[in-house]
């Protein structure tokens, strides 16, 4: 536990380990950098090892291969990571993609890619993650990385905001049930980030009206999520679970 005489000890991570799925992009990368710097050994994942090298050798961190759909290849990974640094107690669930097409051009092929890696994905390794956790008898973290459209709407998405809505839903399970062992289960919900998957829709015009639409006239950056990340990932937030931390300037109440 964090001393009290010490306002900022209990956001140290020192002598942790953390998993970061979906490392390979710009917030998993961002994620993956302020745990490092809070003293926690990082285990970066993603499908292909090898978009992870640059970072992992920067971080001095584990690259494992982890497709977040596959049921058989992820106990791998967590087998890879536990031999190298122990078993993971902090997972940021970040995986994650999105398809944009109007409603009545989303295909069921469609459908089923954005909800296998936002939300079965999400179940499928923070399940894994707790099963350790539990069989360890250890105490642990998950961060499940969500998004507003978890509780808004806008067209086009209509994958990307039904996974989102499940996996603020699954949070909420999966806290109620893990608390008996320990485990800490919250989620992040950003606002609109500039990342790959957006970055396009953010130039056009349809965009720029958007941002002007958040009250604070801006997208969000990766270090706006940094202070958030590490109250759910540390002691500092040691009686948070189930929670939902909403970090979007101010969009969910300005209106879409």
Known sequence: MAD?????????????????????????????????GAGARLVLAARRPATLAGLADELGALAVPLDVTDPAGIPRAFDAAEVELGVPDILVNNAGIAVTKPFLQQGVEDWDAVL????????????????????AKRPGSIVNVASILGERVIAGVAGYTAAKAGLLQL??????????????????????????????????EAGQAMVRRVPQRR????????GPLLLLASDAGAHMTGATLTVDGGHSIGGI
Do not use: K, W
């Not at 109620?176 to 500039?194: K, T």
């Open 171 to 204: 949070t909420r399970q999966m806290a109620v049930e893990l608390a008996r062992h320990g485990i800490r289960v919250n989620a992040l919900a950003p606002g609109y980030v500039a990342t790959a998957i957006n970055a396009e829709f953010f130039a056009s």
């Open 219 to 226: 997208l969000g950056r990766p270090e706006d999520l940094t």
């Open 116 to 135: 296998d890696v936002d939300l079965r994905g999400a179940f499928l390794v923070g399940q894994e993650a707790a099963r350790r956790l539990v069989a």
């Open 4 to 36: 009290a005489t010490q306002p900022l000890a209990g956001f140290s991570l020192a002598g942790r380990v953390a998993l970061v799925t979906g490392a390979n992009g710009v917030l998993g990368a961002h994620f993956a950098r302020v745990l490092h």
